[in-house]
């Protein structure tokens, strides 16, 4: 399709601002980005839309627009939600570049015109390709209709097998049809999920080709082909990508697309129709995602209340209304299990809270659970780096048989260690820690306390992806109460009262560095971020802590000591 005949919808609210020479352009897609440098995900022919959210200053739109020019886009489309009218620097870069500029009214969604321009787009595909696309949309989009009907019409239509995949390797969907062949395993699925993770990371546009030899994965990204006659399974990886923000906040939420077929060998009508598979599948990603924004909401007020030490009534007043949402249905008030999660990035510059929200949200979901979607009745809710989820326990009844065991902080990192380890790369962590049950709001805050020091053990721990559980702290935190007076005093005065004196002398600040080094991991660049210090400083500061105490703070033993004498003192 060409933009005049997108200038000419009036439903899309769209308003030209530059470029009339230019409306004869084929549009081919469109993407939605609020990055600085979208290039990478470029292919030519796009209608690009924008929020604007990457503008900081007037100098910014001569380097964005002309990534646009260069990457071949058909058009820009700019919001007016976030500044008003389009800013008039962005206006004379598109007139230098001679690149079309709409500007989009403010009650006119991007996900409308974005489903009106894959419609058209994909209806002018040649013969059965149309078809197929035009039976998804209404498909997708009718009463009921979900990824499941994408997949069987790509079984039926185009004789191609698919799933659709967590970043963790979770089924999300597959074909119901009833010639479908066999079940991905989950083995499987968690590897090939790895392997998207680990493509996506390096930011190579999709699909990424692997075959799946026996014990392995061989990467077929940079144009090798599987012929040698070994019989491994070839998988095309396609992004089902959440546009517009850092590849870090979503390489590790965005679901995949995994396709039994070698896409190098298709034509560019197949793949084109792919893509806009990918897109439809979008939209019920972010359905489900908006689905999730009251059960949030409810962990979020929960969690305000449990640490601002609100009285146990209170507490458990906004459970009561929480548990109808959490667990529809269930007659009496459920146990509770709180889990606490960290995403931190070696430069700090990415916050980690959603994404560890994100991540927690796909991790709790029980793959062995019938029924409605088990993320359903959990709520997640995030400050900073950390997220943290309230789970519901049905109480067991009378007899026991129904006793809910919980969650295990072992069988949590089974699942998604292997695949997130390839997310994470080389620059991020996950941490985990799980709490006991608890039967009543008067546990919550021991719950909370007890699932972030058992994240705190298990940050202390080797791996890009670590879990620790409450019953890993009965050595320490949980004997604290049993350890006499006179001897938490001995301890604590014993480690901590040097940098006492030494503060008080100097003004150092050692006491409060300590702290800061022990809650932030260790991690130096996070610590002396938070403390606004430069990292010699900071490095300064906890050599005289060593010095004055004979510690080191680089061994977990003597981490953990001083831990125990601040939490004593």
């Excluded at 058009?75 to 500044?83: F, K, M, N, R, T």
């Amino acid at each position: 399709m060409r933009l005049r005949v997108l200038l000419e919808t009036h439903s899309l609210g769209l308003r030209l601002l530059g470029g009339e020479d230019e409306l004869d352009r084929t549009v081919r897609g469109v993407m939605t980005t609020d990055l600085r440098d979208p290039s990478r995900y470029l292919s030519g022919g796009e209608l690009v839309l924008t929020g604007l959210a990457w503008r900081r200053e007037p100098a910014d739109s001569e380097p964005f627009v002309r990534i646009l020019a260069a990457a071949g886009v058909a058009g820009l489309a700019a919001g007016e939600a976030e500044l008003g009218a389009v800013p008039d620097d962005l206006i004379e870069a598109c007139a230098r570049h001679r690149l079309p500029l709409f500007s989009v009214v403010e009650d006119v969604s991007f996900a409308s015109i974005t489903e009106h321009v894959v419609r058209q787009v994909s209806s002018e595909r040649a013969g059965d390709l149309a078809a197929v696309v035009d039976r998804h949309r209404r498909l997708m989009t009718s009463a009921g209709g979900g990824p499941e009907v994408v997949l069987d019409l790509l079984g039926s239509d185009l004789d191609l097998r698919a799933w659709v995949l967590s970043p963790t390797g979770r089924q999300i969907a597959g074909s119901t049809l009833a010639d479908a062949g066999p079940e991905l395993s989950g083995e499987l699925a968690a590897r090939l999920a790895g392997e998207h993770l680990a493509a996506a990371r390096t930011g190579r546009r999709g699909p990424h080709r692997v075959t799946i030899e026996g014990g392995g994965a061989q990467r077929l990204d940079e144009g090798r082909r599987s012929g040698d006659g070994s019989g491994g399974a070839t998988f095309s990886l396609f992004p089902i990508r959440q546009e517009g923000r850092d590849l870090r906040q979503t390489v590790l939420s965005d679901w995949l697309l995994a396709v039994e077929a070698d896409a190098g060998e298709w034509p560019a009508e197949r793949l084109d129709l792919l893509h806009g598979v990918t897109q439809l599948i979008a939209v019920e990603r972010d359905r489900r995602d908006a689905a999730r924004t009251v059960r949030r909401r409810l962990a979020q007020e929960v969690l305000e209340l449990v640490q601002a030490g609100a009285p146990p009534a209170e507490i458990a007043a906004r459970l009561r209304v929480a548990a109808p949402v959490l667990l529809p249905g269930l007659g009496t008030a459920p146990h509770w299990q709180l889990v606490v999660a960290r995403v931190e990035w070696e430069d700090g510059d990415v916050p980690g809270g959603p994404v560890a929200q994100s991540l927690l949200e796909e991790m709790l979901v029980d793959p062995g659970a019938a029924g409605p979607e088990h993320s359903d009745r959990i709520a997640v809710a995030h400050t900073g780096d950390e997220a943290v989820a309230l789970v519901p326990l049905p109480v067991p009844d009378e007899s026991g048989d129904s006793a809910a065991t919980g969650l295990h902080a072992a069988e949590l990192l089974r699942l998604v260690q292997e695949p997130l380890s390839r997310g994470l790369d080389d620059d991020g962590r996950l941490t985990v820690g799980v709490s006991a049950a608890v039967h009543s709001a008067e546990g919550l805050r021991g719950a909370l306390e007890e699932a972030r020091h058992a994240r705190r053990v298990a940050a202390a721990r080797n791996g890009r992806v670590c879990a620790a559980g409450h019953e890993e702290l009965a050595s320490h935190v949980l004997l604290l109460p049993f350890v006499p007076d006179d001897v938490r005093r001995a301890f604590t005065a014993r480690l901590l009262d040097p940098l006492r004196e030494y503060d008080r002398k100097h003004r150092a600040e050692l006491i409060p560095t300590l702290e800061a080094f022990l809650d932030c991991d260790g991690s130096w660049t996070r610590c002396a971020t938070r403390l606004h210090l430069h990292v010699n400083t900071l490095r300064y500061r906890v050599g005289r802590i060593e010095q004055l105490t004979g510690r080191d703070l680089a061994r977990l033993e003597d981490k953990l000591d001083f831990f125990l004498a601040l939490r004593m003192s």
